[in-house]
């Protein structure tokens, strides 16, 4: 099968298969070779690498995943999908499709049955839908992940990569930092996919950290913590966890807590620095 990274080509199996793109799936199909070279490059495969692809489409970064890869797991929920990438990807045996949710695809176990329960590179042009929930579920069922290569809308991008007291920063900032290190490694424009997205996207690497980013006594706590802050921004710390239906301290502990880390009593939530959180949490645990 040719080269999916060639639009013609892209254009000829749709034509072939009369696919129907499905907007609930976000299905936006790259055609750009030289995007598809650069996510395997800010990737790293190796030969010796097992991969996980979501969202597989039609196969075109799946031919690049197993030109250069060990082994591909390939989940694509469209079952109309399923017989094009048996077609596109016919030449491969080290690829295994699978058509299910990625959602409710059991990661640990495929990461234990395909690559020994050894960390997994996880590589994907996200459906921008779910973006979040799948990088969720990635971090917090605590799959073994060495990195995390994906495709993104160029916001969301930004937002996992930004620093506390810019806008961008947010809930998502400090789950993604509290995990992993991003780095945005390519901006891509509409016109790099079909059918063409109304937004721009980047492409982001979550490389898993080696050691815990912060010790946090109680991660449940922490998140609870960063989310009533986030939820109301405009409110001081203090206002947003007093107000929150999910923490349950009085506004008089958050006040010395924040004196003992030296922080003012009116510092909004979206100064405070992942260590900052940590610290918070740690202390009003006690
Ligand atoms: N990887 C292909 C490419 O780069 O051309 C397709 C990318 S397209 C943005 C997203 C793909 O994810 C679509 O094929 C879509 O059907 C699939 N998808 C959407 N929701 C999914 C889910 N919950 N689980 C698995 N695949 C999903």
């Given at each position: ?23 609930k ?5 790259l ?45 694509e ?65 605590h799959v ?19 620093e ?8 998502l ?26 937004v ?5 690497r979550?490389?898993s ?16 913590f ?8 405009r409110?001081?710390?203090v ?25 003012s ?22």
């Open positions: 099968m040719a080269d999916l990274g060639k639009p013609q080509n892209t254009i000829a199996v749709l034509q072939k298969y009369h696919f129907n793109f499905q907007k799936f976000g299905q936006n199909f055609i750009d070779a030289r995007v598809l070279e650069k996510i395997i490059q800010a990737a790293e495969i190796t030969a010796e690498d097992f991969v996980l692809e979501i969202g597989p489409g039609i196969g075109t970064m799946t031919q690049y995943l197993c030109e250069n890869a060990r082994e591909v797991a390939a989940v929920i469209d079952r109309n999908l399923i017989p094009i990438l048996e077609d596109t990807l016919q030449k491969y045996d080290n690829v295994e499709i699978i058509n299910e949710d990625i959602l409710k695809v059991d990661i640990n176990r495929l990461a234990q049955e395909k690559n020994n329960g050894k960390p997994v590179k996880v590589v994907a042009n996200l459906p921008y839908y779910i973006t979040t929930p799948i990088i969720m579920k990635l971090f917090e069922s073994p992940v060495d990195s995390i290569t994906i495709m993104v809308q160029k916001e969301v991008a930004e937002r996992m990569q930004a506390p007291g810019s806008k961008e920063y947010g809930a900032s400090l789950a993604v930092q509290y995990y992993a290190e991003p780095s945005i490694v390519a901006n891509v424009p509409p016109n790099c996919f079909i059918p063409r997205p109304k721009g996207s980047a492409v982001i979550l490389s950290h080696r050691e815990k980013a912060v010790q946090v006594e109680d991660e449940r706590l922490m998140f609870a960063i989310r009533a802050s986030f939820n109301q921004r409110k001081t710390l206002n947003g966890l007093n107000n929150s239906p999910e923490v349950s301290v009085s506004k008089e502990e958050v006040v010395k807590v924040l004196e003992q880390m030296g922080l009593s009116d510092i909004r939530g979206e100064k405070l620095s992942l260590e900052q959180f940590a610290e918070l949490s740690n202390k009003l645990m006690q």
